[in-house]
């Protein structure tokens, strides 16, 4: 059974930065492209960032470009995402979510995904 947990969210300042952590289980990590997304309230669900398969690739939605990075651990079964420079806009609960991938590939849309955590708080405060 594949088990995903998120961590490291919390209350910060505007201009902080925090590191959230998505450790996996019941999988074998390396073969799975990971993402992460993150839905405020009253909206839909969004893509934020995706790893592929031995970190060949990464991509980042346009919001959080040059602020957020993506990186991956395959000895730990951990994605982590470094957010920096963070705004008020940015406040939303986060996800991991992981896809299996016999090829080198970026996923940004949510049904490509087979796997969810069940999310961590990011709160921004002005």
């Known amino acids: 059974q594949v088990n995903l947990v998120e961590s490291g969210g919390g209350l910060v300042q505007a201009g902080d930065s925090l590191r959230l952590s998505c450790a996996a289980s019941g999988l074998i990590f390396s073969t799975y492209t990971m993402g992460w997304f993150r839905q405020a309230p009253g909206k839909e669900r969004e893509f934020v960032a995706t790893?592929?398969?031995?970190?060949?690739?990464?991509t980042y939605a346009d919001s959080v470009k040059g602020r957020f990075t993506i990186s991956r651990d395959d000895a730990k079964n951990t994605v982590y995402l470094q957010m920096n420079g963070l705004q008020t806009r940015d406040t939303a609960t986060y996800y991991c979510?992981?896809?299996?991938?016999?090829?080198?590939?970026?996923?940004?849309?949510?049904?490509?995904?087979?796997?969810w955590g069940q999310g961590t708080q990011v709160t921004v405060s002005s």
């Open positions: 790893i592929s398969v031995r970190s060949t690739k990464s």
């Open positions: 979510a992981a896809r299996v991938d016999t090829v080198v590939a970026v996923r940004t849309e949510r049904g490509e995904y087979a796997y």
